[in-house]
């Protein structure tokens, strides 16, 4: 448990933070994934490989153009998780990070600014050719262009597909190795690499906690655990980090 943690002062703490489809749920989002397996009744193979959208590019633009409009609804807001992880932030500085694997902007949107999206955002298009990235806000398909070649070409939501490489995984290690805290929230702990980052943290040294609604597939590895909807659980924890370090 915490108190049994070493007194660091508050500005000396490392704090990196995975958050995961349980944090945005109570914002009004859908999770992609349902008990089936299937996303939004598609199949995986389907909306989320590089070969599906190979197959059916239009179908795979008409998926993410409505989780897009989805996000975009005046109705979907930050949630009190959110707000509690932005608060931290403006007390820890760059010492907190915050990696999800969310494609939302929730986050953003509470007031984090150190956001390591792994998985990609449904607000980016990238370039086919070139990889570059650009935000989107409006629905995506052939006849979106890039501005970075000449001649142009066309773009794809920037979205980490099953079979490609999580985005920011350098930046991601470096940060667990010297986390002195690393918490996960809201994830089920079967997507790797996400799954494994307890595991780097422990051999780090830090801290580790779960906060989920229920323990994850890994819930054995975290030090300390916490269950409950990340609108509770999260704001207690973090008022509850905040009292017990030294400010000076």
């Given amino acids: 448990m915490l108190a049994n943690f070493p007194p660091y002062k508050l500005k000396q703490l490392k704090v990196v933070v995975l958050t995961g489809a349980g944090i945005s749920a109570e914002s009004g989002l859908k999770t992609f994934r349902d008990n089936n397996g299937l996303w939004e009744e598609h199949s995986i193979e389907d909306v989320a490989t590089p070969d599906g959208f190979e197959r059916n590019s239009e179908l795979v633009y008409r ?48 007031g984090n600014k150190n956001v390591l999206h792994m998985h990609g955002s449904l607000l980016s298009a990238r370039c086919l050719r070139s990889g570059h990235c650009s935000a989107i806000y409006s629905d995506l398909d052939h006849s979106n262009q890039c501005d970075c070649c000449q001649p142009t070409n066309s773009l794809r939501p920037d979205i980490v597909w099953f079979g490609e490489m999580p985005k920011f995984m350098p930046q991601i290690e470096e940060c667990l190795s010297q986390a002195d805290i690393f918490i996960s929230i809201g994830t089920s702990g079967t997507v790797y690499p996400a799954a494994g980052f307890v595991s780097l943290a422990n051999q780090s040294g830090a801290h580790t906690v779960e906060l989920n609604m229920e323990p994850s597939s890994g819930y054995n590895e975290f030090a300390e655990k916490h269950y409950g909807p990340a609108t509770e659980i999260v704001s207690k924890f973090v008022d509850t980090l905040l009292k017990g370090f030294n400010f000076d």
């Fill in 63 to 110: 998926f993410y153009n409505q989780r897009r409009r989805q996000l975009l609804s005046p109705d979907v807001k930050p949630n009190k998780a959110h707000l509690a992880l932005a608060k931290l932030e403006r007390v820890l500085g760059n010492n907190f990070t915050l990696v999800t694997q969310n494609v939302d902007n929730l986050h953003q949107k509470s």
